[in-house]
Antibody
Framework: EVQLVESGGGLVQPGRSLKLSCAASGFTFSNYGMAWVRQTPTKGLEWVASISTGGGNTYYRDSVKGRFTISRDNAKNTQYLQMDSLRSEDTATYYC?????????????WGQGVMVTVSS | DVQMTQSPSYLAASPGESVSISCKASKSISNNLAWYQEKPGKANKLLIHSGSTLQSGTPSRFSGSGSGTDFTLTIRSLESEDFAVYYCQQYNEYPPTFGSGTKLEIK
């Protein structure tokens, strides 16, 4: 059974950093691209970042470029999202999602999400 | 970015009825369109990809159609477990973008 479990969320002040983790199990992690997707009541679902199977290619939405870094450790079956210079508009529930091996793939499995609140 | 316009935003129906949800892309996305189901306390579930291909485990009462810019999710003979929120998403180009969701409630 495919499982994706996020951790690392919480309350953080604007301008500070937070690192999310996603532990994967039930599949060969290194064979799949991975992604982070966030959700807010006002903006709905927003793709944040994706990473290729080996980690050599990464993609970001414009609003997080230069502030967020997606990475993965295939030996640990874990992906990460390092979030720096956080802003109030980054407040959201963040989901870990599995993508196919191709760049253009849907998100075929999702985690249950972790809440990130950016507030002073 | 490709804008995904989903309608209606809210739909009320009774078990046994059939419903359809529309999703329109602001430019052609070929058939690179997915449909997801969101339920409280559960992980989002991929129902359909490639516009009309049922993901493994998706009941046959779900169907998807369309290509280019216009897509439809149809659910025949609604069952109680189908009342949820549904989203479309294009993955033809980056950034991937989602529709705003359709909440399907019991009438």
């Amino acid at each position: 059974e495919v499982q994706l479990v996020e951790s690392g969320g919480g309350l953080v002040q604007p301008g500070r950093s937070l690192k999310l983790s996603c532990a994967a199990s039930g599949f060969t992690f290194s064979n799949y691209g991975m992604a982070w997707v966030r959700q807010t009541p006002t903006k709905g679902l927003e793709w944040v970042a994706s990473i290729s199977t080996g980690g050599g290619n990464t993609y970001y939405r414009d609003s997080v470029k230069g502030r967020f870094t997606i990475s993965r450790d295939n030996a640990k079956n874990t992906q990460y999202l390092q979030m720096d210079s956080l802003r109030s508009e980054d407040t959201a529930t963040y989901y870990c999602a599995r993508q196919g091996p191709r760049l253009r793939s849907p998100f075929d499995y999702w985690g249950q999400g972790v809440m990130v609140t950016v507030s002073s | 970015d490709v804008q995904m316009t989903q309608s209606p935003s809210y739909l009320a129906a009774s078990p046994g009825e059939s419903v359809s949800i529309s999703c329109k892309a602001s430019k052609s996305i070929s058939n690179n369109l997915a449909w997801y189901q969101e339920k409280p306390g559960k992980a989002n579930k991929l129902l359909i990809h490639s516009g009309s291909t049922l993901q493994s485990g998706t009941p046959s009462r779900f169907s998807g159609s369309g290509s280019g810019t216009d897509f439809t999710l149809t659910i025949r003979s609604l069952e109680s477990e189908d009342f949820a929120v549904y989203y479309c998403q294009q993955y033809n180009e980056y950034p991937p973008t989602f529709g705003s969701g359709t909440k399907l409630e019991i009438k």
